[in-house]
């Protein structure tokens, strides 16, 4: 009786493995079904634009960034050379070098180094492009009471109306600058790097959203760092950061400002604004340029690009 009873024990431990197996079996398969679909739908989108549509996306982006820390470091924009045939006009009335930049070392150095990777990046992305490269778009970096720069700083609350935001009157005013495009580079090239097709250019795009990252980690923690003596400079990006968030239509806030945060009871920074997963966040091609048009409707122009993105991606997303 027994060794029945064993016998019966070891035939249900069969039955039940034999069991699991199917049951994993059917759940792997059906789960790389599943994948198989998504992949082919990631697919289809990003075919709906070319290789050469995302890079020339990516330089748009970056002839606006590398003009900027051109004017901040150096006081002029950069190498009318690299713009193509026939670029679009630099609007930078009182665009200049930082007032009083050589008095803050540490940030006079960071400004030096990101125009350097702006100006390299544009440099780049025009060799790879070759012929297809888009010449610059008309760019506006001015520090006016009606310039990009002080219509996002109003609807954050940082100015008032008819009160310009200067970019480049202050260190600190520049860091506020730089916050407006750093975050916003990140989650751009996050949402764009999977469209590329060509291997070569996913490497690429990839390195260029690393070094955007870098740069948007120094941004927020000088930002952090100096707003623990300075409070306003952290309640100012948080402001920024929400009226980004304001125009890109979705309810998940993409980029958090900087903190500080609850973590474990305990008083944290917000360095790195990540998602539950411990992700960056991303942004759509519409969504990324909602916030440079500073619109939240379906748009071609508009904000930092007064005559549009110039190129087959250039229409923000209807929010």
Known sequence: MAEDQLLEAFDSRVRQRSERREFFKVAIGAAAIGATALAISERAFAQTVTDAD?????LNIKYLKAQFYAYAAG???????????????????????????????????????????????????????????VVQPAIDISATATSAFSTIARSAGLVGAGVAF????????????????????????????????????????????????????????????RGATTPSLRTSAGALSDARDSLDGTTTDLDQGIGPVTLNGG???????????????????????????LNSAAVSTGGFFPAGMNGNIKTSAAN
């Open 166 to 225: 200067d970019p480049y009157a202050s260190p600190q005013n520049f860091l506020l600058g730089a916050f407006v495009f750093e975050d916003l580079g990140v989650t751009a090239y996050k949402s764009a790097a999977p469209m590329i097709l060509n291997r070569t250019y996913v490497e690429a795009l990839a390195g260029i959203m690393a070094v955007e990252a870098y740069h948007a980690a120094i941004i927020r923690t000088t930002l952090y760092d």
């Open 267 to 293: 008083a944290a920074s917000n360095v790195a604004p990540l998602d539950g997963d411990g992700l960056a966040f991303a942004r759509s091609t519409g969504q990324v340029l909602n916030v440079l048009y």
């Open 75 to 133: 006081g002029a924009g950069i190498d009318t050379t690299l713009l193509g045939t026939s670029p679009g006009a630099v609007t930078a009335t009182n665009a200049r070098r930082v007032d009083n930049l050589d008095s803050d070392a540490l940030v006079r150095d960071y400004a030096r180094e990101m125009a350097a990777d702006e100006l390299a990046h544009v440099k780049f992305l025009r060799t790879q492009l070759g012929t297809s490269a």
């Open 54 to 58: 995302i890079l020339n996306f990516a």
